[in-house]
């Protein structure tokens, strides 16, 4: 078995895979439960036969290959679901670069070239609804009947529901965009979460007395706009924080910007890399008539963001370390 959690990459030589292991395959964006539902059944395969477990994924999301000039509002950037998938149990990811190679290649190709020609793989866990190859032609049903000629164990898994409503990427979109976080949270069997570099302001904040750290997010995440409860990530320290996500309207009404402030916290965050994990919705983004307005606004956003935090103590992803 390897140790950690290791990438394998189009790039890795031959030499470095291990043979045999038992793969999830799927574009896995989020991690949500029906993605997991897909790597617990490789992890119990992986076990049975004493095999290494890992995820076989595409990047870029073939979605952006396919349809480059459409908004791709992606759950997680490509760091960010390999840290979920590390924190899954898995023994490491396979990353295929889905180009225009990728792209023509058969199902057939697919599975012989690269599953048992350069992984070896000895089982296959997939959802009911993926496909692969040129055309989509790969399917689920595709794999149950190659697998015993080819000594490949495959594994299909059903859809998972959350009241009678199919788990996917989709739904959890459309969640987040209309502020549905618990709806969100419950899908993903964890806490929503970015991650990105705190840049500079305009320190209008620090004036209202609330100093945030700013992050930019994707040009694409259709998060709605409003004020939520979040909590942060600083390598292993952990802070309750309230945050704004949305156009300053009061102001400026410029680019979308996360604004987060950290309760009781004292420091500086210029340049430093958190996460933060949307933990509930508080209120939709609004216009204020005074300054004075605003921040008895803030202050009762905050006493109701911690209210929420409090509820959740434990509340954050599960991520786990890449090497």
């Not at 189009?10 to 038992?22: N, Y």
Request: hydrophobic content about 40%; charged content about 25%; aromatic content about 8%.
């Amino acid at each position: 078995m390897t140790t950690g959690f290791t990438v394998i990459r189009d790039s890795t030589p031959a030499a470095d895979i291990p043979r045999g292991a038992v793969v999830a395959m799927g574009n896995f964006d989020g991690v949500h439960l029906g993605h997991r539902a897909v790597i617990d059944a490789a992890l119990r395969m992986g076990r049975a036969h004493g095999k290494p477990a890992f995820a076989v994924t595409f990047e870029p999301h073939p979605r952006s290959f396919f349809s480059p000039n459409s908004p791709q509002f992606r759950l997680s950037d490509e760091t960010n679901k390999l840290r979920l998938l590390a924190g899954t149990g898995l023994d490491g990811a396979v990353v295929m670069t889905f180009d225009k190679t990728r792209a023509g290649t058969s199902a057939q190709d697919f599975i012989h070239h690269d599953l048992i020609g350069r992984l070896g793989v000895s089982g296959i866990a997939v959802g009911y609804d993926f496909h692969f190859g040129k055309g989509r032609a790969g399917s689920p049903s595709l794999l149950v009947s190659e697998g015993p000629r080819l000594g490949i164990e495959v594994d299909v898994q059903a859809h998972v529901d959350i009241e009678e409503r199919p788990v996917s990427s989709s739904a959890i979109r459309m969640a987040l965009a209309e502020g549905q976080i618990d709806e969100a949270t419950a899908m993903l069997g964890g806490p929503w979460f970015v991650s990105g570099a705190v840049i500079h302001g305009d320190k209008r904040g620090r004036d209202l007395g609330y100093p945030t750290a700013n992050i930019r997010l994707d040009k694409n995440c259709s998060l709605k706009h409003g004020i939520y409860a979040v909590r942060v990530g600083r390598g292993a320290e952990r802070f309750d924080a309230v945050a704004s996500f949305g156009r300053r309207p009061t102001f400026d009404n410029g680019a979308p910007l996360l604004e987060v402030f950290l309760f009781d916290f004292k420091g500086d965050l210029y340049g430093a890399v958190l996460d933060v994990a949307f933990i509930g919705f508080i209120r939709d983004e609004l216009k204020f008539d005074s300054i004075d307005a605003l921040i008895r606004q803030m202050n009762d956003d905050s006493v109701r963001a911690r209210a929420r935090l409090a509820a959740a103590p434990d509340a954050f992803p599960k991520l786990g370390v890449i090497d």
